[in-house]
């Protein structure tokens, strides 16, 4: 169904049927169109089970961004600094820039590995299984880094942790986007945020809980706390239904429709039937097949699909562009910019739970703006927050108003970033991909991001250490114009992908269609898609294939 009716006010695009019977095809325009026209709340009656299992499988992320938040916030954390830092001429111990460097870019570097494997295995053994094998390497690699006594040990844990993040990042977002319907993918992608700050607030509170203890076991309690969650997901995973797409991709169609029916909620008053849904994904993977021909990491740098990469790679890489490492460095920069030990980790506290609270207000703002917008004018915004974080720095470290002004400004970029930036990009770079290599997509485009931060995290200590270049919130200043560069590709380059069917953004891509005119261009996918019967869906059938054979005619 197209977004909008004035012929006069959009541009219309018609796609050539891709090779499937016509029976196939007549099913799929059905499916389309009730997809369609469920909306919201019939589509959240209908899928109601899909949301819990997509909600389920995300809680792998908790546990990720609980660890990774965990590692910063131990920067600022003085057992951890007494025990593996060096000692400042003012008494005080500090990790090195360097070490701060080397640990997070460690589990970065696993991640990267993580993630080019997991393109290859989930593709070939299903989401399931790739990440239960993920989670069982999790608690071998938990005992590393709990024993861990030296800085090098704690590297090589942070190391192999790694590896099975990669997993959680990519596969707990294409499963979610595969398993809802249009009006519900925005929501179960971006809860994928929600997950990360959650943890982060959770570690951040387990942290803060911890000062009150000089030892250790401060931070040796924190990362035994890790193993809370493998378990318990492996069981639910086990038990869970595969991502009908991905049967659909294997040729499995019998096991797409039982699992459709897993993922649905029977007597939920929404007409449903699970073989015209089902010939929707094959008719979109045809059409695909004919488009884009193979599966490989070398087919996303080939035709239409390299504009494609670049957009969710880009996407990605604006996380970390728009100035997040501030937020992942928070309680660290707090200290650094004067404020006490229980004021940065209380501060910190602050920030991730309005984080939580900016990731609900993103999906009342998606409805109402769409994804395009609700990215752009996020760093719109940010860049101003970090211009005035930056000009704040002049009053010196000694204005305790300046200070506080200072937490005050990064709480409200915090907010923002979580109601724009970092929930919108994990619904575009799921919607922008094509089905067929939307994991190869995710991975590459999360690996960018990766890479992104390996830069971030080697720039940004330096930044902050009072023994390096020790610029504190003069910072503002660079990452302001990162994010006005991000700002400006944005415009330019992003699409709207809010209210279209992955076949729909097949076509708008192929046909080429500027990233500003994707929300208004009216696509016929399927022609004859109409609520006017069988039959005359038959007649403009043949009708299309007439004029296709005169137009393919040599002249």
Known sequence: MSPAKDDDAVERVVVIRPNVDKSTALEAAAATEAEHNMGLFKSLKLYRKACLWS?????????????????????????????????????????????????????????????????????????????????????????????????????????????????????TTTYAAEVCPTHLRAYLTTYVNL??????????????????RDDKWGYKIPFALQWVWPVP???????????????????RLEEAKRSLARLTTRNSGVPFRPDETVSMMVHTN??????????????????????????????????????????G?????????????????????????????????????????????????????????LLTIGCASFAGKDNVAA???????????????????????????????????????????????????????????RMLNPTEWNWGAKSGFFWAGTCFLSAVWTYFRLPEPKGRTYGELDVLFENRVSARKFKTTAVDDFAGRSSEGVEEKEKALEVEDVVRRVESRPN
């Open 55 to 171: 909600i389920f499988l995300s809680t792998c992320i908790i546990m990720e961004g609980f660890d990774y938040a965990f590692l910063a916030s131990l920067f600022a954390y003085p057992p951890f600094q007494r025990k593996f830092g060096v000692a400042l001429p003012d008494g005080t111990y500090q990790l090195t820039a360097a070490w701060q460097t080397g640990l997070t870019n460690g589990v970065l570097a696993g991640q990267v590995v993580g993630l080019f494997a997991n393109g290859i295995i989930a593709d070939r053994f299903g989401y399931r299984k790739t990440l239960i094998g993920a989670l069982v390497a999790c608690i071998g690699f938990i005992f590393i880094i709990f024993f861990a006594e030296t800085l090098v040990q704690l590297l090589i844990g942070e190391i192999l942790i790694g590896i099975p993040w990669g997993v959680f990042q990519t596969l």
């Open 195 to 212: 997950c990360w700050v959650i943890g982060q607030f959770i570690a951040s509170g387990v942290l803060r809980a911890m000062l009150s």
């Open 233 to 251: 997901l492996i069981i639910g995973i086990w038990l869970a239904p595969e991502s009908p797409w991905w049967l659909v991709r294997h040729g």
């Open 286 to 327: 045809e059409l695909e097949k004919e488009l884009l021909a193979g599966t490989t990491y070398a087919d996303l740098f080939k035709g239409v699909n390299l504009r494609r990469t670049e957009i969710v790679c880009m996407t990605w890489m604006i996380q970390t562009l728009c100035g997040a490492a501030f937020m």
């Open 329 to 385: 460095y928070s309680t660290y920069f707090y200290q650094q910019a004067g404020m006490a030990i229980e004021n940065s980790f209380t501060m910190s506290l602050g920030q991730y739970a309005l984080g939580a609270v900016g990731t609900f207000t993103s999906w009342f703002l998606m409805q109402w703006f769409g994804r395009r917008t609700l990215y752009l004018s996020g760093q719109v915004v940010m860049f101003c927050l």
């Open 403 to 461: 200070q506080w002004a200072i937490g005050s400004l990064l709480l409200i970029y915090t907010f923002t970033y979580d109601a724009t930036v970092g929930p919108v990009c994990y619904s575009l770079v799921s919607e922008l991909t094509s089905t067929r290599l939307r994991t190869k997509s995710v991975v590459l485009a999360r690996n960018m991001f990766n890479i992104m931060g390996l830069v971030s995290n080697i720039i940004t200590p």
